[in-house]
C-alpha cells in the first residue's frame, strides 16, 4: 500500500512520532520509580502514545515500527493491569524500544531495513520475566483484588463449557474437538485493545506435557511468556475428551513462531479473531459489564458497553439499505473524533490464497481504523459475503481502498450525519456518553508535552483536557513575524507623522492609541509563536544522566528546574549537543564513585542540579554538580604544558580565566579518557556551539565542592540585542554578547596604547595585548571621517592605524589629519570624534579589538538570515532592518578575525614576551628603585654620591673667588652669594685639598640654592638598583653605603646636609623656610 | 498560446521576463551595499520586513552598472527575493509562442547563458531572460 501513501502522510507520521516518543520518556522514568504502585495515567498515556504510533506505523506499512510499537505495547499493558511491576530492566527495555522507534522514525524510508530483533527480544524476554516471576504474581494480587482481568497461570478463572461452534472445528480437520472458551468480556476486550492476538490450544497432556518433560504449570509458564492466558482448562481433571484447551492471548501474531515458542505443533494452535468470539455471543460482550468482573481500580480501557444501536445502511453492492447493530460507545467516540465512516464488503474469493488472509485483512481493518461492524469472519467460513464498518482517518477513497487491498466498487463512504440521526433518533443511552468519549478525544489530542508533573492518582477518572494545538509551518510563522515588524515600523511612522494633526483633531488620538496598543500586543504575540519551554531539551536529561551514571557505576541525582523557561525554538534545538556534552562531563569527571563520596563525607548520590532562569533579558542556564570540581592551576598547567599559551601569561590569569582555558581546543585534563569524555574536543565545540547560538558560557568550580557552568543565552536568535557601530556613512550591528568592552582611547594616549607586532597593529589593554582590526580595512571601505567643520564626509588616506598618535605621518601622506582640521576649525568639539572607539570582542577563547567610527549604542534587533546570494560574505553573520527601515549588516565577529587573518597565536607570543620583559623589570624593581646617582670625592679612592634628582645643578668655583662672610665661605654668583658646605665639618670624609683647583660646588634642589656642596672633583654619573647598606655612626647626613660594581660610594642626604649646615650658620644668608619646614619631615624619614 | 512579458530597458535594450515569475516592480532603491559581496549584488533593501538583494541587472547581464535615475526600477522576482534593478520600466508585452525564437548568434555584448528567448515585436527585438539562470551561483 506504501505505492498510495503520500509524503504529507508520511512527514505528518514523522512529526507525530517525534512528540509521541519525547513525550514516552519522562514518563517511563517516571514510571521506573513507581514499582507495583504504577500511576494508571501516566502508563495511559504512555500507552497512548505507543498506540498511536503503531496505528499510523501499520497503515503507512512500517511493519518494523508497528511491530515493535505492538510489543512495546504488551509490555504497558501489563503493567496497566498490574501484572508486572515496573523494574529498571523492564524500562531498560521499553526505553530501548523507544530509541529504536526513534532511529525508525527518523529515517523513516530506511527503516524496513533495520533490525529491531535485538529490542524485540528484550522486550520479550522482559514480558516472561516478569510473568514467571513469583515477585510479579504477589504484587498485583493485593492490587487488583481477586477478579484480576487475566487468569493468574494456575488458577484460571474462565471455564471451558460444552461443545461448540463448528467453526474451529472444520479447519482444525477433524483431529481436533471444538471448544467454547467462556470468559470475561473485558479480558477479550482489553487483548484486543493491546493488539494482542488470540491463540486457541489443543494439548494432549500425555505427549505435549509428560512426553516433552512438562508438568502443567510448566506449560502454563510457557504460555504466560507468550503474552497472558486468558483460559485453561488443564487444570481441570475431570475434563472431558482427549483434548485439554487454552487460550493464549499473545503478541505472536505468526503460527510458525507460536508453534516453536510454545514447542507444540502447527496443528494444534488456531488463531482466532477476536471478532468471532464476541460475534458467537454478542451479549456477553455488549452487556453492561458486571461491576465485580471489571477491576477494581482500574480504568477501562473502553468506555464500551453502553448498549447497542440498531439501524439500516445503505451498502455497496447491494441494493437494499444493510441493517446492522453499532457499538453505542464506539460510534460516538467515532463521531467526536470526526472519523470517515466506510462501509464495504468482501467475498471469501477475496481473502482466499494464503491461509492468514483472512487475518491480515483483519489486520488491515483495525490499522485503517476502528472496526464499528465486521462479519467478515464468519462470511471467510461460510464462503459468502463479508461487511464490515470501518471508523477511519483515511477520507480518499482511493486511498481507502489500497490501503484496503481492495478491488473497486468495495467500498462507500457514509456521511456521518446518517450516524448522528440515528443516534438521535434511538433513546438515550445508558450511561452519559462523555465517558465512553474521553479516552478517544484524549487519544487524538497530541500527548501531552513534558514535563508531565505526575497527576494525582485521583485525577485516574478524569479525561485529559487535551490542549488544542494546530500545526503550523515555521516559515509562515517567520513571515508573520516579519509582518508584525513591518507593522510596528509602520505604525511609528503614521505615529509621527499623525502627531500634529492629532492636535487639530482630537478624535484621531484614541483610534491611534487603540491601534499602538493593538500593534505592540500583536507583534510580542508573535514572539511567543517562536518560544517553547526548555523542558522540551531538558527532558531527556533524567534518561541520560539515569544511564550514564550506570554506565559509569556512579549514582547521581538530576534536579531540573525551570523547564518552563522559554526560547526560542531554533536556539533549543541547537542546545540539546552542547548540554549532552556537559551532563556527560559532570558524570563523568565531576561525580566521584560512592564510595569516594561517602569518605569524603558526601551523600552517596551526586546532585546535579539543571537550573533555568531570565536575567537581564537573557536566559541562564547552570549546570551545576558537587563533584569533584576542575583545579583551575591543574586546567592552566595542562595549557601551558601543550603550549597553548605562554608562562607569563599564566601567571596573569585569574581563577575564572584559567578555567575558562578549558575551553581551548585540545585540552583535556582527564586522566584517562573514556567513551563518555575525555577526549578534549567536547569544550571546545560546547563553547564554540553556544556562541554560535548568540551565547555565552562560564565556569565557576572549587575543587571539591564541585563545578557550575553557566550559559547565557538570548530569548531568541531573532530577537537579540546589539550594539550598533558605524563606519563612514554605513551601519552595522554586533551581537551585544560578542561585545566584551568599550574601549575610547583619546588620540592624546594613542601613542602609548597603540602599537604594532610585526605588521600587525596591537592595542594595550591592562597589560594584555589586543589585535586590532579597523572595520573598514576589513570591508574593503573607503576610509573616511566626518569633516567636523563642514560635516561632509572626506577620505582619510593614512595607511596604518599607528598613525593617528603622530602628526607627522599624515601630513607626508598628503591628507589633512583630523588634528589639522580641529586646528583649522574653530569648533574644537570635534575632538571626541577623533578619538579612537575600540569595541573588544571575543571570539571563542581569543579577543580582539574592532576599531569603528562610531558608536551609536545598543538596540534590539531582529536578526534575518543572509541571502542566497550573499552567504559567502563571511563578514557577515546576518542582516536586520533598523529603526528606519534601512537595512543594516549583522557583523561576524570570527569571519572579521578570519577575514583580517589575525594571527592571535603571534599576538599570544609577543604579549608573552612583554610580559616576561615587564616581569623581569618587576622583579628588579622589586630589588630596589633604578636611581641616578652623582659620583663625586674630595680625595681619589673616597667615593661619595648624591641621588641625581636632588641636585639642581654643579658649579665650577674658583678657590681663589672664595670669601668669608660672618663665619661662612661664600662665593659670588649670579648677582648673589652662595654659602659652601664642607661634608668634612659633617661627615668623617677627607676634606677637599686646598690645592685642588677648580673646585665643584653641587647645589641641591632642597632649599633656595644659595648653599653649593664642596668637592674637589666630579666623577660621573651612575645608574644602581643596588641596595642602600646602612652606614654606622652618629652621622645623619650619610644615608649609607651603595656597591657600585664593587667600588663602594657613600650616598649622602642633602636635605639632612643642608639642615646641618643651616643650624651651624643662623644667620643672615636664611635658609629657605620652605627648606627648614621640609627638612624634620625627610629627617625622620631617614631614621 | 499567449505569453506576457514584463519589460524594462538596461543600456537601452529591451528586455523581459515573463510576468508570472514577477512579484511587483517598485521603486524601493536605497539599499545597504554588502561588502565582499558579489559585484553584480548592489546590496539589500527592507520590502514590507523582507530583506530583498538587489541584482545590478547590467552587472549581471555583463554591461556596464547602473546609476541611479528617477527612472530606475527595482523588479522583484516571486521566486526568491531578489530585486532586478532596471534603468527604465515598460509594458507588459504579449507575445505568440510561435513569435518566440531561440537567442540568436549576435547578443552584442549580452552574456549569451541569460537569454531564454526573443522575440520581434513591431519595431524592436524583446529579448527575454532566463529568470533562473540569472539567480544561479556560480
Not at chain 1, 514535563?451 to 510563522?477: C, F, H, M, N, S
Not at chain 1, 508584525?484 to 505615529?495: I, K, M, P
Request: hydrophobic share 45%; glycine share 10%.
Amino acid at each position: 500500500m506504501s505505492a498510495f501513501v503520500n509524503e504529507a502522510l508520511i512527514k505528518d507520521f514523522v512529526a507525530d512520532s517525534r512528540e509521541h516518543l519525547s513525550s514516552i520518556e519522562p514518563d517511563l522514568l517516571a514510571l521506573e520509580g513507581q514499582g507495583d504502585q504504577v500511576d494508571p495515567e501516566v502508563v495511559n498515556r504512555v500507552f497512548r502514545a505507543v498506540h498511536s504510533i503503531k496505528g499510523f506505523s501499520s497503515f503507512l506499512g512500517f511493519k518494523n515500527l508497528s511491530d515493535l510499537s505492538h510489543t512495546m505495547e504488551n509490555l504497558l499493558t501489563c503493567f496497566r493491569e498490574g501484572r508486572l511491576s515496573t523494574t529498571p530492566e523492564r524500562i531498560d527495555a521499553l526505553l530501548a524500544g523507544v530509541d529504536k522507534l526513534r532511529v525508525l522514525v527518523e529515517d523513516i524510508q530506511a527503516s524496513p531495513d533495520v533490525s529491531c530483533e535485538e529490542e524485540m527480544s528484550s522486550l520479550r524476554q522482559a514480558l516472561s520475566d516478569g510473568q514467571a516471576g513469583p515477585a510479579d504474581q504477589a504484587g498485583p494480587a493485593g492490587q487488583t483484588g481477586p477478579a484480576g482481568p487475566t487468569a493468574p497461570p494456575t488458577a484460571p478463572t474462565g471455564a471451558i463449557v460444552g461443545q461448540g461452534t463448528a467453526r474451529l472445528a472444520a479447519e482444525g480437520g477433524g483431529e481436533l474437538d471444538a471448544v467454547v472458551f467462556a470468559l470475561e468480556p473485558n479480558c477479550l476486550e482489553q487483548a484486543r485493545q493491546a493488539g494482542l492476538s488470540l491463540l486457541a490450544l489443543w494439548l494432549d497432556p500425555a505427549r505435549d506435557l509428560q512426553g516433552k518433560g512438562r508438568t502443567a504449570e510448566d506449560f502454563l509458564k510457557t504460555l504466560d511468556s507468550c503474552g497472558g492466558c486468558l483460559v485453561s482448562d488443564l487444570g481441570q481433571p475431570q475434563a472431558e475428551g482427549p483434548w485439554r484447551h487454552c487460550l493464549l492471548a499473545t503478541f505472536i501474531d505468526d503460527l510458525e513462531i507460536a508453534a516453536a515458542s510454545l514447542d507444540l505443533d502447527e496443528g494444534r494452535l488456531r488463531f482466532l479473531p477476536a471478532e468471532a468470539a464476541l460475534a458467537g455471543e454478542p451479549e456477553a460482550v455488549d452487556a453492561p459489564a458486571a461491576p465485580a468482573a471489571a477491576p477494581a481500580g482500574k480504568p477501562r480501557p473502553q468506555g464500551r458497553g453502553q448498549g447497542r444501536l440498531a439501524m439500516a445502511a445503505p451498502w455497496p453492492g447491494q441494493a437494499q439499505p444493510f441493517p446492522l447493530e453499532l457499538g453505542r460507545g464506539d460510534l460516538e467516540a467515532a463521531l467526536a473524533s470526526n472519523l470517515f465512516f466506510w462501509a464495504g464488503w468482501v467475498e471469501a474469493a477475496d481473502l482466499g490464497g494464503r491461509k492468514d488472509a483472512l487475518a491480515s485483512f483483519l489486520a488491515n481493518l483495525d490499522s485503517c481504523g476502528r472496526r464499528l461492524y465486521c462479519d467478515v469472519e464468519g462470511a471467510a467460513a461460510r464462503g459468502g459475503v463479508g461487511r464490515f464498518l470501518l471508523a477511519s482517518v483515511i477520507e480518499e477513497q482511493e486511498m481507502a481502498e489500497a490501503a484496503l487491498e481492495l478491488p473497486p466498487q468495495r467500498l462507500a463512504r457514509l456521511e456521518s450525519s446518517l450516524f448522528e440521526a440515528a443516534l438521535a433518533l434511538a433513546a438515550p443511552a445508558p450511561d452519559s456518553p462523555a465517558a465512553a468519549l474521553a479516552p478517544t478525544v484524549a487519544e487524538q489530542a497530541p500527548a501531552s508535552a513534558f514535563p508531565a508533573p505526575a497527576p494525582a492518582p485521583a485525577a485516574e477518572a478524569k479525561p485529559v483536557q487535551p490542549v488544542e494545538t494546530i500545526r503550523v509551518g515555521v516559515d509562515l510563522i517567520d513571515q508573520l513575524i516579519n509582518l508584525a515588524g513591518e507593522l510596528v515600523l509602520g505604525r511609528n511612522q503614521l505615529v509621527r507623522l499623525l502627531r500634529d494633526s492629532s492636535r487639530r483633531d482630537p478624535s484621531l488620538s484614541p483610534v491611534m492609541q487603540k491601534m499602538d496598543q493593538v500593534t505592540s500586543e500583536l507583534q510580542e504575540n508573535m514572539m511567543q509563536l517562536r518560544m517553547q519551554p526548555l523542558g522540551y531539551v531538558l527532558g531527556k536529561f533524567p534518561r541520560v544522566v539515569r544511564e550514564l551514571s550506570r554506565q559509569l557505576g556512579k549514582r547521581a541525582e538530576l534536579t531540573i528546574l525551570g523547564a518552563d523557561v522559554e526560547l526560542d525554538k531554533s536556539i533549543l534545538e541547537q542546545l540539546s549537543d552542547p548540554l549532552t556534552h556537559l551532563v556527560r562531563n559532570s558524570l563523568d569527571h565531576g561525580l566521584e564513585p560512592p564510595e569516594e563520596r561517602q569518605s569524603l563525607g558526601k551523600p552517596p548520590a551526586g546532585q546535579v542540579i539543571m537550573r533555568a532562569f531570565h536575567e537581564e533579558g537573557l536566559v541562564n542556564l547552570a549546570l551545576q554538580d558537587d563533584g569533584r570540581g576542575i583545579d583551575a592551576e591543574k586546567v592552566a598547567a595542562k595549557a601551558l604544558a601543550l603550549g597553548l599559551i605562554g608562562p607569563e601569561e599564566v601567571r596573569r590569569l585569574s581563577q575564572a580565566e584559567k578555567l575558562a582555558l578549558i575551553t581551548l581546543p585540545g585540552l583535556s585534563t582527564a586522566q584517562k579518557v573514556t567513551d563518555v569524555s575525555g577526549r578534549g574536543v567536547g569544550m571546545d565545540v560546547v563553547a564554540t556551539n553556544i556562541q554560535k547560538l548568540g551565547g555565552h558560557l562560564q565556569i565557576e568550580s572549587q575543587p571539591g565542592v564541585g563545578t557550575t557552568v553557566r550559559l547565557r543565552l538570548p530569548l531568541t536568535m531573532a530577537i537579540i540585542p546589539s550594539l550598533v557601530v558605524g563606519t563612514g556613512d554605513l551601519v552595522f550591528a554586533i551581537a551585544q554578547t560578542d561585545v566584551q568592552e568599550l574601549v575610547s582611547i583619546q588620540s592624546r594616549h594613542a601613542s602609548e596604547r597603540l602599537e604594532m607586532v610585526g605588521e600587525a597593529p596591537v592595542m594595550r589593554l591592562r597589560d594584555r595585548l589586543l589585535p586590532l582590526v579597523r572595520l573598514s580595512d576589513a570591508l574593503g571601505l573607503e576610509r573616511r571621517f566626518r569633516h567636523p567643520a563642514t560635516g561632509e564626509l572626506l577620505a582619510d588616506r593614512r595607511k596604518r592605524i599607528a598613525d593617528r598618535r603622530g602628526r607627522g605621518a599624515g601630513q607626508a601622506a598628503g591628507a589633512p589629519t583630523p588634528q589639522e582640521i580641529r586646528r583649522a576649525g574653530s569648533e574644537r568639539r570635534g575632538r571626541r570624534a577623533d578619538d579612537t572607539n575600540v569595541v573588544v570582542l571575543r571570539v571563542g577563547a581569543n579577543r580582539y579589538g574592532l576599531i569603528v567610527d562610531q558608536l551609536y549604542g545598543a538596540e534590539e534587533i531582529v536578526v534575518k538570515p543572509l541571502p542566497r546570494h550573499i552567504k559567502d560574505c563571511h563578514c557577515f553573520s546576518g542582516a536586520t532592518i533598523m529603526g528606519d527601515g534601512r537595512v543594516a549588516m549583522i557583523l561576524d565577529t570570527g569571519g572579521i578575525a578570519e577575514h583580517a587573518r589575525l594571527r592571535f597565536g603571534e599576538i599570544r607570543a609577543a604579549e608573552d614576551l612583554y610580559l616576561q620583559e615587564k616581569a623581569s623589570r618587576e622583579a628588579a624593581e622589586a630589588q630596589g628603585p633604578e636611581r641616578s646617582l652623582l659620583l663625586f670625592g674630595n680625595v681619589s679612592g673616597e667615593l661619595l654620591a648624591l641621588p641625581l634628582a636632588e641636585v639642581a645643578r654643579l658649579e665650577v668655583v674658583d678657590p681663589q673667588a672664595i670669601q668669608r662672610v660672618a663665619g661662612r665661605e661664600c662665593v659670588e654668583y649670579g648677582g648673589g652669594g652662595l654659602s659652601l658646605l664642607r661634608l668634612e665639618r659633617y661627615l668623617p670624609v677627607a676634606p677637599c685639598p686646598p690645592q685642588a683647583a677648580p673646585i665643584y660646588a653641587i647645589i641641591p634642589k632642597t632649599g633656595d640654592h644659595q648653599v653649593g656642596i664642596v668637592c674637589a672633583g666630579i666623577e660621573d654619573v651612575a645608574v644602581t638598583r643596588a641596595e642602600v647598606q646602612p652606614f654606622p655612626g652618629p652621622y645623619p647626613a650619610a644615608r649609607g653605603v651603595v656597591d657600585l660594581k664593587g667600588r663602594l660610594a657613600l650616598l649622602l642626604s642633602a636635605q639632612s646636609l643642608l639642615e646641618s649646615f643651616a643650624r651651624d650658620h643662623p644667620t643672615p644668608a636664611g635658609i629657605n623656610p620652605a627648606a627648614a619646614e621640609a627638612a624634620p619631615a625627610d629627617a625622620s624619614e631617614e631614621a | 498560446m499567449i505569453h506576457q512579458f514584463v519589460t524594462f530597458k538596461v543600456d537601452g535594450r529591451l528586455l523581459g521576463v515573463e510576468i508570472v515569475r514577477v512579484r511587483e516592480v517598485n521603486r524601493v532603491l536605497s539599499s545597504t551595499p554588502v561588502q565582499h559581496a558579489r559585484p553584480y549584488v548592489m546590496g539589500l533593501v527592507n520590502l514590507r520586513g523582507q530583506i530583498v538583494t538587489l541584482f545590478d541587472l547590467g552587472l549581471r547581464l555583463g554591461l556596464g552598472p547602473r546609476r541611479l535615475t528617477a527612472s530606475t526600477h527595482n523588479v522583484v522576482l516571486k521566486q526568491e527575493d531578489v530585486g532586478l534593478v532596471v534603468d527604465e520600466i515598460g509594458e507588459v508585452v504579449e507575445v505568440n509562442q510561435d513569435d518566440l525564437e531561440g537567442p540568436p548568434a549576435n547578443l552584442g555584448g549580452l552574456a549569451r547563458q541569460f537569454v531564454a528567448e526573443v522575440a520581434k515585436l513591431k519595431d524592436e527585438l524583446l529579448v527575454i531572460l532566463a529568470v533562473d539562470k540569472l539567480l544561479t551561483l556560480e
